[in-house]
């Protein structure tokens, strides 16, 4: 008999805030940021083997078919752990890709997290947290807060993360209009003075009182996003026109935006009305993760 398969969810990483800040000599921003965790993402299975192999399955699989495998983010990580480890990389790797790629909600960056963990206990390591991090950090910005997987406050350049205030349960409805945004290429196209952080420092009672709290802060690559994209304005929009929405804001460099709802069915009859009217975007109804690990 076959040794069972780990199984990880990697759940989609939103930024509920995004206040760039300024900007260090070697050209990297500095962020401040309210990140979250959804209820929707990829999931990937492990098993011992005698090679490091990397398999692909799900609806978004085919975009990453295309790509070098050098540059998959999972295949980077678990090289990075063995190096660290001082061991080969063996295990077979099946990613079930459902996460739109390069969509600002850190799909790519949540697989590596979730192969980092996993690869951990197949492969019987015991890496300190602070271990985890730096080969995290090494690797992309937002590994980091993925690893963490929890409402966190991340600051610097994906190096400072404190918990964030506890959340009241709350829906998100993510809509992507079926594009990729660089990230670099969105930083490029900010233009404007660095404004200061405006962290969220008190628990919100409930959804409303979140989405008045996050109304007074900004994500401040939405509108490079947009000139980037036009069509994440209508994505804003639309977001905002769904009876039960109460705030609508793009999530990280786009192109994928959220609307936060504070009940379930009002999310699942936004995700229906849009489904119906945009057929050509990926939706996700989806609830806000709490600060417990899934």
């Known amino acids: 008999m076959s040794d069972p398969a780990l199984d990880l969810f990697a759940p989609a990483k939103v ?7 300024g900007r260090r000599e070697d050209g990297y921003h500095l962020l401040e940021s309210l990140v979250v965790f959804a209820g929707a993402g990829d999931r990937l299975r492990l098993w ?6 990397l398999s692909l399955a799900g609806p978004q699989a085919d975009k990453l078919r295309g790509e070098d495998p050098a540059d998959n983010l999972v295949l980077k990580a678990a090289r990075a752990l063995a190096a660290w480890a001082g061991i080969p990389p063996r295990a077979r790797i099946e990613l079930h890709k459902h ?6 909600i850190g799909g790519g960056s949540a697989d590596a997290a979730a192969a980092l963990t996993g690869l951990a206990r197949l492969w019987k ?4 947290a602070a271990e985890m991090h730096k080969i995290g950090l090494s690797l992309g910005a937002d590994i980091p807060v993925c690893l963490a997987g929890r409402p966190m406050r991340m600051e610097g350049v994906g190096d400072g993360l404190t918990p964030a205030p506890v959340l009241p349960p709350a829906w998100l409805v993510l809509v992507n209009p079926g594009i990729a945004l660089s990230t670099p ?12 952080a405006d962290p969220l420092t008190e628990s919100p009672a409930d959804a409303r009182a979140l989405a008045e709290a996050l109304s007074r802060r900004r994500n401040d690559l939405t509108d490079a996003a947009i000139s980037l994209a036009p069509v994440i304005a209508d994505c804003l929009s639309a977001l905002d026109a769904q009876p039960g929405c109460l705030i609508a804001r793009m999530s990280g460099s786009g192109a994928t935006c959220f609307g936060l709802f504070g009940a379930e069915e009002e999310a699942r009859s ?10 050509q975007w990926w939706l996700s109804a989806c609830p806000l993760l709490p600060a417990e690990k899934s």
Do not use: K, M, Q, Y
């Open 15 to 21: 930024n509920l805030t995004l206040h760039v800040t």
């Open 48 to 53: 011992p083997a005698e090679e490091l192999t």
């Open 99 to 104: 996460l739109p790629v390069a969509s600002g």
């Open 125 to 128: 390591l015991d890496v300190p």
């Open 185 to 196: 290429a969105v930083f490029r196209a900010r233009s404007g003075d660095f404004l200061p």
């Open 270 to 279: 936004a995700a229906r009305i849009l489904g119906l009217t945009r057929p």
